[in-house]
């Protein structure tokens, strides 16, 4: 799995409708360092994303019920 873009890592999270500190709570890691990652600061590693897109598409699919 490749490394996310800041875009496509900040598009997930406004599709989930939470903020940085929200996220990085999610994933067990700081507001700063998702807001790092945002900004292409830091790479996220290809785990994290494989979590993110888990965790939060599993957010929607339950927010839309």
Wanted: aromatic residues 8%; charged residues 30%.
């Amino acid at each position: 799995m490749p490394t996310p873009t800041p875009e496509q890592i900040r598009n997930l999270r406004k599709a989930a409708s939470l903020t940085q500190a929200q996220a990085g709570a999610l994933l067990h890691t700081s507001w700063r360092t998702w807001q790092d990652w945002e900004r292409g600061e830091r790479s996220m590693h290809p785990a994290f994303w494989e979590l993110a897109t888990i965790k939060l598409k599993r957010r929607l699919a339950s927010r839309d019920k």
